[in-house]
Every structure is written in C-alpha cells, then in structure tokens.
C-alpha cells in the first residue's frame, strides 16, 4: 500500500460516519446518502494528489457531496417517481434517528434542498457561514438570508404542527 492509499484509508476511515449523517441529512434517505458519500469518496479519491491544503480536505469533500446530492435532482428519472397507494407492512426504522428530533428533521426534510444544506452545514456541520458559503458556490448574504427564510418555515411549521 502506497502512503497516498494510506492517508486516504485513514482520511475514510475517520470521516466516513459523519460524512454519511450529513449525506443523510441532505437526501432523507438511508439508501442515498450511502450512495452519495460512496460517490464523494470515490471522486476525492481520484482528486486525492490534487488536494494540497491537507486541512481543507473535509470542505473539498462536502462540497462534492452537495454537489452530487444537487446532480441527482436534476436527473429526469427523480422526475418519474410516482407514489403508491400500498404502504410497507412492517416500519422502517432509520439507524440514524436518535429518537429525539425526528419532528424537526421531518419538518427539515419539507424544505427545499437548498435551504436543507444551507441548515445542514450551518447547524449540523457547524460551518461558519463563510465556509457554508464556500462549500455551496454562494454568497454569504445568500447563506443569511436562505438560513433565515428557512428557520422562519420551520417556526411556522412548528407552530402548526401543535395545533
């Protein structure tokens, strides 16, 4: 094993669990956040000698996660999707539902994906709203102004969800 095969393996390893919760965060869906994070570090790997600034690393990869989670929703197949009347038997259980904000990240998941990053990366990630800026290809004011349309939606909601 080479010491680039190395420091990538080490580099997966330890961000591989939180690059999947924001993955998950982002799409609402187990089964494509894998898919979206199996993407991001396939791609970061391929950029691997590319990426110089070592500590920029976890910003390179969350902006290709962000920008693979935009892609998927401008394919025409995500367009075909139709609901069905049956519904599964038996619940799914989401692994990563600790059970104490599932009302909030169910009102989160309501809001237009752009507005979910900005909330993601902001209150998730804990990015500075320069760094969410960065990551998304935006201004700052955007990342103001987005964050504060989308807390407002979720107050409304909120409020009319214990009525």
């Not at 367009?79 to 990563?96: F, H, I, K, Q, S």
């Not at 990342?143 to 409304?156: E, G, P, W």
């Amino acid at each position: 094993m080479t010491d680039r095969d190395a420091d990538f393996t080490a580099y997966l390893q330890a961000r591989q669990g939180t690059m999947l919760r924001t993955a998950y965060l982002l799409s609402g869906d187990q089964h494509q956040a894998e898919d979206l994070v199996q993407t991001t570090f396939a791609k970061l790997y391929l950029a691997w000698d590319r990426v110089r600034d070592r500590e920029s690393v976890d910003a390179y990869a969350r902006r290709i996660l962000v920008n693979e989670h935009n892609s998927l929703w401008r394919r025409a197949w995500k367009r075909n999707e139709r609901p069905t009347e049956v519904l599964p038997e038996a619940p799914v259980v989401d692994e990563y539902d600790d059970g104490t904000s599932s009302d909030l990240w169910s009102a989160v998941q309501t809001l237009p994906r752009k507005a979910r990053a900005v909330l993601v990366l902001r209150y998730y990630e804990q990015l500075s709203e320069a760094e969410t800026a960065e990551v998304l290809g935006i201004s700052v004011g955007t990342v103001k102004s987005q964050t504060s349309r989308a807390l407002a939606t979720l107050r409304d909601r909120m409020r009319e969800e214990e009525r």
